[in-house]
């Protein structure tokens, strides 16, 4: 690594946390001259940059909170800690946010967008946030990791081979995303307002068509080496559940957590924190324990069928609902009894189980893509690993 640099992380950068004026909701504006308020889910799913915010806030607040602008890096400091974003847009951010803006000149952006979010940095910030209560990322504690880098040329070199294979990556999410579509589509053809089955359908609380609508353990476990899974928001990709990378606990502790409800084929995840609303039918007989940031539904099999349910999950009726009922600042949540009121279309089972028919085709379509991605996940992981290591 001839050439390469080694500097804890505030020599290379000025390092910051955001603020909220509060209430927050007194100072939300509509006014086009507002200053740019920076949330959570102004960064969507696989982008490196935050481009523009939803919500905007007075001026008056903007003393209580922490102003940013183009090129600063953005750090979740709480619940999935250590995500990074580069800023393209100008604004204020809440305490859910940390920023590193750069004090030196030999700082390539896209490379040290890789840097942060690569899995040694974030192995780092795990270790040095394990003895808190809560695991949330501070400025000491992200000032005092070491990185090691390379001149601005080679940074710009191996940020581009990143980008290319992040490329591909995105292309194959894109894919995904438009096979959900496919599915949205047949889900309005039957149940939309202009359906040939709208007639069919009545309408009624999620609670009613469910045996429980629980979450998962309230409290961060101890982690094993093997043991039973560990599932987490983070398991949530792309609409079906990856056990991949995830963490570990005892059988006894398992036992413990599902005691109240056990996950099962046929039942449905949700995320209920952060990005919140993305269902996840669970197709497997593995036993897994949940954490509090993901719902566990079970269906009564005879009101509702599982494929049906995800999919009016990703439907705009039921997004909207979550939207205007979500909790919260920093990060966006909503309460077991706020899923319980959700309204849902409740047509015929037997329309239900002819719907999820028609969608088999495309999951299996989506399941051939979910391997290419995994395939593309292991090869970018591979190229970091060696980039960082002067090997690339």
């Avoid at 955001?18 to 200053?35: L, M, Q, V």
Wanted: aromatic share 8%; hydrophobic share 40%; with cysteine.
């Amino acid at each position: 690594m001839n050439g390469w640099s080694d500097a804890a992380l505030g020599d290379v950068f000025e390092i910051a946390r955001g603020g909220s004026p509060r209430p927050i909701d007194e100072f939300i504006t509509d006014d086009p001259t507002g200053i740019n308020w920076i949330m959570i889910g102004d960064a969507s799913e696989g982008s490196k940059y935050i481009t523009e915010t939803k919500k905007r806030i007075r001026p008056e607040g903007v003393q209580r909170s922490r102003r940013v602008k183009s090129g600063d890096f953005l750090l979740t400091n709480s619940m999935s800690f250590g995500k990074p974003y580069i800023m393209r847009t100008s604004g204020c951010i809440h305490d859910g946010w940390l920023v590193l803006s750069p004090r030196r000149d030999d700082v390539d952006a896209d490379f040290f967008y890789y840097l942060l979010g690569s899995k040694a940095v974030y192995a780092e910030f795990e270790r040095r946030a394990s003895g808190l209560t809560v695991k949330n990322l501070n400025i000491e504690l992200v000032k005092g990791v070491k990185v090691s880098f390379p001149p601005l040329s080679e940074q710009r070199r191996i940020a581009e081979v990143l980008d290319r294979a992040e490329a591909l990556r995105a292309k194959r999410r894109a894919a995904l995303a438009q096979l959900d579509s496919l599915t949205q589509s047949i889900f309005l053809d039957f149940f939309g307002p202009n359906g040939k089955h709208y007639l069919s359908c009545s309408t009624a609380s999620l609670g009613s068509l469910c045996r429980s609508i629980n979450d998962g353990v309230h409290k961060t476990p101890t982690y094993i080496e093997n043991g039973v899974p560990f599932v987490t928001v983070k398991n949530i990709v792309s609409g079906a559940l990856d056990l991949a990378g995830t963490k570990f606990i005892s059988e006894d502790d398992h036992r413990a957590f599902t005691k109240r409800t056990m996950p099962e084929r046929g039942d449905v995840l949700v995320s209920k924190d952060g990005t919140i609303g993305v269902p996840c039918p669970i197709m497997t007989d593995e036993e897994f324990s949940i954490f509090v940031s993901v719902a566990l539904i079970k269906p009564k099999k005879d009101l509702i069928d599982q494929s049906f349910l995800v999919a009016q999950f990703q439907s705009d009726w039921v997004q909207r609902q979550i939207r205007a009922e979500s909790k919260g600042i920093a990060i966006r949540h909503l309460h077991l009894e706020d899923f319980k009121r959700l309204v849902f279309v409740a047509p015929p089972i037997g329309l239900q189980r002819e719907f999820a028919r028609r969608v088999q085709a495309v999951e299996k379509l989506k399941t051939a893509q979910r391997a290419s991605l995994a395939e593309l996940d292991a090869l970018f992981a591979s190229l970091q690993h060696r980039a960082f290591r002067g090997e690339l």
